[in-house]
């Protein structure tokens, strides 16, 4: 499909990983071989002269693991340690992987005030220009430890399309457990159906995107994508909901092949991040 095909030239892309494609989903505990494969897959893109940046989640999942929590974390404060012990453990081992292949991961921890504060934002987005031109992956996740209610992005699906808008990127990946936006739920309905264009989000489809994630560790859920593209195609940035049990997705999709949904951009005139922020 000639549409798909442009997918093959663009230059800086945005991914996003959540908790419940990085863990078991039995244990919780962290999926070693996915990160890996993650990584691996990041480094091919980066030896394709792209430039990449990684949305992860995760700080809160193996914060728990490390502290022995099953339950998930009910109140703030709770979910603010968690995320400082878990957010470091994280990055240790995203670090270590990227070294593996010789890249260098950087980390990038962002609050809404980051995208509010014209100074803040300003800076942010050198800091991923400068990181971008020095050849270095910049890893982003909420800055948990010091997020409170009023300031959270609240999941990573939204702060991923802010960063991507940020960027300026051309492509903003969102990778699900699910393989993209189905025309009703699929585990209910089984006549619903994958849709793999979207090139205008109606209101007709912000309706099929009931919240349909399942997991106990992420926050998501297809309302959330949803928000996500309408920031994304506003900014004039093609995004693709797949299926993250399969990281491979992200080569094929960057070559071309039909996997998951990909929602068109058609940049809105006189598009104004700040608009897409409450
Ligand atoms: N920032 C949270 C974490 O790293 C996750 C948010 C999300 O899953 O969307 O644990």
Not at 169 to 180: C, E, K, T, V
């Amino acid at each position: 499909m000639e549409i798909r095909e442009q997918l093959k030239h663009k230059k800086r892309v945005v991914i996003k990983i959540g908790s419940s494609s990085l863990t078991h989903q039995m244990t919780g505990e962290v999926n070693y071989q996915k990160m890996e494969q993650l990584t691996r897959v990041l480094c091919d893109l980066r030896g394709m002269g792209k430039d990449v940046i990684l949305v992860s989640s995760g700080a809160i999942a193996v914060g728990r693991k490390a502290m022995h929590m099953n339950k998930r974390p009910s109140t703030t404060a709770e979910k603010q340690a968690l995320a400082s012990i878990g957010q470091a453990r994280l990055m240790m081992t995203y670090q270590r992987l990227f070294a593996e292949y010789s890249q260098v991961a950087a980390q990038i921890l962002m609050t809404k005030n980051t995208m509010k504060n014209d100074l803040s934002r300003f800076n942010t987005r050198n800091t991923f220009e400068e990181l971008l031109s020095m050849g270095a992956i910049p890893i982003v996740n909420e800055n948990d430890t010091v997020a409170t209610y009023e300031i959270e992005f609240g999941d990573n699906d939204h702060l991923s399309a802010y960063v991507a808008a940020l960027t300026k990127a051309d492509l903003l990946i969102l990778l699900s457990d699910i393989d993209g936006m189905y025309t009703d739920d699929p585990s209910r309905n089984p006549d619903a159906s994958l849709i793999p264009i979207v090139s205008e989000l109606t209101e007709e489809y912000k309706n099929m995107g009931k919240s349909t994630s399942k997991s106990d560790v992420g926050t998501g859920g297809m309302s959330a994508k949803l928000d996500a593209a309408r920031i994304a195609v506003d900014a004039g940035i093609d995004m693709v909901i797949a299926n993250g049990s399969n990281v491979r997705n992200i080569l094929d999709i960057v070559s071309g092949k039909d996997v998951g949904t990909l929602f068109l951009a058609h940049q809105k005139k006189n598009f104004d991040l700040l608009n897409y922020i409450d």
